[in-house]
């Protein structure tokens, strides 16, 4: 088993300052309508929440899908 890649949001905007902190909060705070918490994206241990960096590309991918035109 490959162990995730997970980031803590502000080490996420660091490594990819594409999405600053303020943008991954509210994904995170609307994480249950915006897909982001069925994908699998959020960890949480405890009070510190984590990002899987790549069910957040996934995510974002799909996203991107079911916009398209």
């Known amino acids: 088993m490959a162990i995730p890649t997970l980031l803590t949001i502000k080490q996420f905007s660091v490594k990819h300052p594409a999405f600053p902190v303020g943008g991954l909060r509210w994904n ?3 994480a249950e ?16 929440i984590l ?6 590309f ?4 799909r996203q991107n899908d ?3 035109v």
């Open 28 to 30: 995170v705070f609307n």
């Open 66 to 68: 079911s916009v398209a």
């Open 51 to 56: 990002l899987n960096e790549e069910r957040f």
């Open 33 to 48: 309508t915006n897909g982001m918490a069925s994908a699998g994206v959020i960890v949480r241990n405890g009070r510190r």
């Open 58 to 61: 996934t995510w974002l991918e």
